[in-house]
C-alpha cells in the first residue's frame, strides 16, 4: 500500500513544489543509487539534491510553482552547466536569495553555502526576477524578513535581473549581480 502511495505522488502533478532536500555527492552513493540517478537525471547526477531540483520542477504544473533551499554549486559549477541549462529553459526564477554560509544556526564553517529560490513553470526568460545577497551579513533570517516585508527598506542588496542576461556568459552561471 506504501508503494502505491509513493507512486500516486511521484507521478501527480502539482501546483506548488517545496523541499529542502537531501544533500549527497555521486562519491557517497551507493553503487544502485549512483547508477539510478545518472540513468534517470544524467544532467542533474553530481549530487542528489540536483536530482530533486529537475525532478519536482518536472512534478509542478504549467504556471506552478517550485520553492526549494538547497546548496548554490549548481548555479556557478562548471560540472552543473547541462542542468542549469535546462532549467533555465523550462522554468523562470521569481525570487532568490543567496544565503551563503552560515545561514543554519546549527551548521558552523563555510562547508554548506545555500541558496532559496521559487522558479514558476511559465513566464518568459526576459521577465524580471528578483535576487537577494545575504552572503556576507550576519543575521540572515531577520534581514531576509525585512527585506521581503519592505523591499526598499531591507538591508540586503537586491537585484532585479532577467534570467535570459545568464545566457550572455558561454556557461550560462547563475550570476544576477
Not at 507512486?7 to 513544489?17: A, K, M, S
Not at 512534478?59 to 533555465?88: E, H, K, N, P
Not at 522554468?91 to 562547508?111: N, Q, Y
Not at 524578513?145 to 535581473?161: H, I, N, Q, S, Y
Request: glycine fraction near 8%.
Amino acid at each position: 500500500i506504501k508503494g502505491v502511495q509513493l507512486l500516486d505522488l511521484l507521478t501527480g502533478r502539482y501546483d506548488v513544489v517545496t523541499t529542502n532536500p537531501p544533500y549527497m555527492g555521486g562519491w557517497s552513493m551507493g553503487d544502485g543509487l549512483l547508477t539510478s540517478v545518472k540513468e534517470l537525471f544524467p544532467k542533474a547526477s553530481n549530487d542528489l539534491y540536483a536530482c530533486f531540483i529537475q525532478r519536482c520542477t518536472e512534478l509542478t504544473r504549467i504556471s506552478g510553482i517550485t520553492s526549494m533551499i538547497t546548496q548554490q554549486t549548481f548555479m556557478f559549477t562548471s560540472r552543473y552547466f547541462d542542468m542549469r541549462v535546462q532549467l533555465l529553459s523550462s522554468v523562470r526564477i521569481r525570487t532568490l536569495a543567496h544565503l551563503g554560509a552560515h545561514a543554519f544556526e546549527d551548521i558552523s564553517g563555510e562547508k554548506v553555502n545555500t541558496v532559496m529560490f521559487a522558479v514558476q513553470k511559465s513566464g518568459t526568460p526576459e521577465a524580471l526576477g528578483t535576487y537577494i545577497d545575504l552572503t556576507d551579513l550576519p543575521g540572515k533570517a531577520s534581514i531576509l524578513r525585512e527585506t521581503a516585508a519592505d523591499p526598499e527598506v531591507g538591508r540586503a542588496p537586491r537585484f532585479l535581473v532577467a534570467q535570459s542576461q545568464f545566457r550572455s556568459v558561454s556557461s550560462w552561471p547563475i550570476a544576477y549581480w
